[in-house]
């Protein structure tokens, strides 16, 4: 038995993202494999559909903020088709949710999904499509981003970046 550095990690995503999983897989393989007395440093995934209960005394996002993103360390965010759900002022539920990261001076991990979209899926979701393209551009102006291609290529990807992270702490 040792002493870790729990780091709460925030998993935020739109619905459409299936890679969520992947995710806490990732944070899992970690902690497994590289914790130790001599890496005292452990992740814990942080999601709405874990950490978050029936509670109608105030709008959903407000409570996930108060409850979830605040008391989380860092952030990986997830996109792939749809920017998520539109809060106020237009803004997705999950680009609000990095914002709160950013501005409290967290770490936010964003990568984007490049599997192939089916022509059907182009065409009905074209607005939203082109708004996570929107989303990427802006985020490519303050900051790096990353790409992959599927749920391995993500896993592998997410390991060498707590890995990186792991090392700057």
């Not at 996002?61 to 979830?68: A, F, P, Y």
Request: hydrophobic fraction near 40%.
């Amino acid at each position: 038995m040792f002493t870790a550095r729990v780091f709460r990690t925030f998993i935020g995503s739109p619905g459409d993202v299936k890679e969520r999983n992947i995710a806490r897989e990732a944070l899992a393989q970690w902690n497994a494999k590289r914790a130790s007395p001599t890496n005292d440093i452990a992740f814990v995934p942080v999601t709405w559909e874990t950490h978050a209960f029936p509670d109608l005394s105030a709008p959903g996002q407000r409570l996930i903020d108060e409850r979830l993103v605040r008391s989380s360390d860092l952030c990986i965010a997830l996109f792939w088709m749809k920017p998520g759900g539109s809060m106020d002022r237009g803004v997705s539920g999950t680009a609000h949710e990095i914002e709160e990261f950013k501005t409290a001076g967290k770490r936010v991990m964003t990568y984007f999904c490049q599997q192939k979209i089916s022509g059907r899926d182009a065409v009905a979701y074209r607005d939203e499509i082109s708004a996570v393209a929107n989303l990427r551009r802006q985020m490519q102006g303050v900051g790096l981003v990353g790409d992959y291609k599927s749920g391995p290529d993500l896993k592998s990807k997410l390991l060498d970046a707590l890995d990186d992270l792991a090392q700057n702490l």
